[in-house]
């Protein structure tokens, strides 16, 4: 154990509660006491059990594969990887004469065996590629036997090239209905990063039959709701899509496990995103990635020459303490625990043989595996504190902070444009440079037109795609002349001026693209007032994920509809959020609807183009006020470097 404590002597560091510099630094406490009381309401609901999902999605894939029987080798998109782990391991296919197993590559194959079987997402350049297989096979007059298994569903795109390439006769396509991996106890996925660029970006709606599906899904193992809520364009065709499938399906009456759904879009809020995460598992997420409920820590975490795969979810005892923790109290937690480890380990002193033998077979196995944990969430810590805890990162949260509130605007495009020029970050500075614009309600067009230059002569001129992207999503905009007094006269006066369509929809749709972040920021109270202080280790609002500077706009849409049940008295709110909103009364009554039971206090929350940890974090301290549990269910999760990396169009 004495590596532990070595790894906990003296942690002293900046805490990260800078908000827009007018508060100091203080010293990070590393007592017992600094961990965080939770004390949240203790007549929660207890959560479905999600695990009937797995078992669902593994006996259709075995029941697909056993339809070609005989010896087969699998070719596997490198995406599905990751989640047929969690579903189905080497051995299960092996036990169903899958003899090899190779990644989608795109490259010609090497492969012996006379069937093929090939499991795939939906993408019309993995079946080109297997046309080509096919037809370089007929050419060279080899035979062999060829399915697809396409997931979570084919489409039409996909059987025409087959047709086109005059292979459709020569391979049997099959779907394999996986639409949900359960990554935690409340946390589901889609595993479907690509949904927030095909549709908020290309406007490809494919994805939300697929959605709808998954919701449909759901439903008919958990529900039925009694009521569903949501905001954005794509939540109301998810619900649309969901519902048109719920009236063709039969419905069974049954006590509910999922009483409320709240549907919302990416792109209602893309505030939080952006911001730095400082809760334990976000940041976690931030500097190791997160992939598919595991993470891979190197030998810097390690502290040998070996990188350790680790499953990151409620398993893990030392995790499920600290994920939802704000940073500074992590290491106050961590030292605790290894006070507890050793005293655990020092009771075997003195004990007979009986005892020792009942200690070895109960509890050193657990004391071990727990120790092990500790050990690595130390070293992932200590990692994070080097990178995170640097002059440079209080600087860039205290610019963040100012941002959200408003503050010191000049001084913040200042250290933007430092940050460009000195290249410390690609990623970071685009993430500056969308926080400042979203906050902003756009930049001025001198200002706009100089840092995308500087951007541009800093990171390369193939970031251009990239500004038009930006653009185009309204993450990054410039204000239109007179834009900044009077946004409604002006687009009113344009749309008299221009007859044509093709200016009226543009009128439309730069007005759409409005951020309005300083009225909602105002209307929700985002911001907690700035003179009070506020105690990371006893949190009073979910503002304490971003170091109590700022309430997820998302989580608190959430909230306030929660409470008035539904929309109403919310109408200004929604008009700055574009509309789109919807609350639709399920098939309970309203006397059960009304009466707080169990179900009714279980909320699944879907998000559409991804969802962060912090706000995962949130919803989970939102329910231990309120006596509610949150089921997060996610296209997939991300953060901001996945946000804006989906939204890259350099061809470097």
Not at 188 to 211: C, Y
Not at 365 to 381: C, D, F, V
Request: aromatic share 10%; glycine share 6%.
């Amino acid at each position: 154990m004495s590596q532990v404590f070595t790894g906990l002597r003296n942690k002293s560091a900046l805490v990260w509660d800078v908000r827009s510099g007018r508060r100091e630094a203080q010293l990070w406490c590393c007592s017992a006491e600094s961990h965080m009381a939770h004390t949240g309401r203790r007549d929660a609901p207890e959560l479905p059990d999600f695990s009937l999902l797995k078992r669902l999605a593994r006996d259709q894939l075995i029941y697909l594969l056993e339809q070609l029987p005989g010896k087969k080798d699998l070719f596997i998109d490198a995406d599905l990887m990751s989640p047929l782990d969690r579903i189905a391991n080497v051995t299960t296919l092996k036990q169903h004469e899958v003899d090899k197993l190779y990644k989608v590559e795109l490259k010609p194959i090497v492969s012996t065996s006379d069937q093929l079987c090939f499991l795939i997402r939906p993408r019309i350049q993995t079946v080109k590629w297997i046309a080509d297989i096919v037809n370089s096979d007929k050419a060279s007059g080899r035979f062999r036997r060829y399915k697809i298994i396409f997931t979570p569903q084919k489409f039409y795109a996909c059987e025409t090239v087959l047709e086109e390439q005059g292979v459709y006769g020569d391979v049997t396509t099959d779907e394999w209905a996986f639409y949900l991996l359960p990554l935690d106890d409340d946390i589901i996925s889609l595993e479907l990063p690509e949904f927030f660029r095909d549709n908020f970006l290309e406007g490809d709606q494919r994805w939300v039959t697929t959605a709808g599906s998954a919701l449909r899904l759901v439903y008919s193992l958990y529900g039925p709701f009694s009521k569903v809520y949501g905001i954005g364009r794509c939540a109301k065709m998810v619900y649309e899509s969901w519902r048109d499938q719920v009236e063709d399906g039969e419905q069974k009456a049954r006590q509910p496990e999922i009483g409320n759904v709240f549907l919302i879009d990416r792109d209602v809020d893309f505030v939080t995103p952006l911001c730095s995460q400082v809760v334990y598992e976000g940041l976690v997420d931030d500097i190791f990635r997160i992939k598919c409920g595991s993470v891979e820590f190197g030998p810097e975490v390690t502290s040998s020459d070996k990188s350790v795969k680790v499953m990151v979810n409620s398993q893990d005892k030392v995790f499920n303490e600290i994920r939802n923790e704000h940073f500074s109290n992590v290491f106050g937690f961590l030292s605790q625990k290894a006070r507890n480890l050793q005293t655990a380990y020092d009771k075997r002193r003195g004990m007979d043989i009986q005892q020792m033998k009942t200690f070895v077979s109960e509890e050193l196995k657990g004391l071990k595996q727990e120790h092990r944990l500790l050990s690595l969430h130390i070293g992932a810590s200590e990692c994070i504190m080097k990178k995170k805890t640097k002059q440079d990162f209080q600087e860039l949260l205290k610019t963040e902070h100012s941002l959200l509130e408003g503050f010191e605007v000049r001084e913040c495009i200042s250290f933007i444009e430092e940050h460009i020029n000195r290249q410390i970050s690609m990623i970071d500075s685009l993430r500056l440079l969308c926080l400042l614009s979203i906050t902003e309600n756009g930049l001025l067009p001198k200002d706009y037109r100089s840092l995308k230059a500087q951007y541009l002569q800093s990171y390369g001129i193939e970031h251009l795609l990239t500004f038009a992207n930006l653009k185009q999503i309204g993450l990054l905009v410039e204000q239109q002349p007179g834009e900044t007094l009077t946004v409604m006269e002006s687009k009113v006066g344009k749309l008299v001026n221009d007859k044509t369509a093709g200016k009226l929809t543009d009128a439309f749709s730069s007005l759409a693209k409005k951020s309005n972040f300083r009225a909602l920021s105002k209307r929700l109270v985002l911001i907690p007032k700035s003179g009070e202080e506020y105690d990371l280790r006893v949190p009073r609002d979910m503002a304490y994920i971003f170091s109590g500077a700022y309430i997820p706009l998302s989580c608190k849409l959430i909230e306030q509809v929660l409470e008035r049940d539904g929309w109403t008295g919310l109408e200004e709110v929604t008009r700055m959020l574009n509309g789109h909103e919807f609350a639709v009364t399920g098939g309970t009554n309203g006397t059960e609807a009304r009466i707080k039971t169990d179900p009714q206090r279980i909320i699944l929350v879907m998000f559409l183009g991804g969802c962060t940890y912090s706000e995962i974090s949130a919803l989970r301290f939102l329910g231990r006020e309120k006596g509610y549990k949150f089921i997060v269910l996610t296209t997939a999760i991300t953060n901001s470097a996945r946000l804006l990396e989906a939204l890259l169009d350099n061809h470097a």
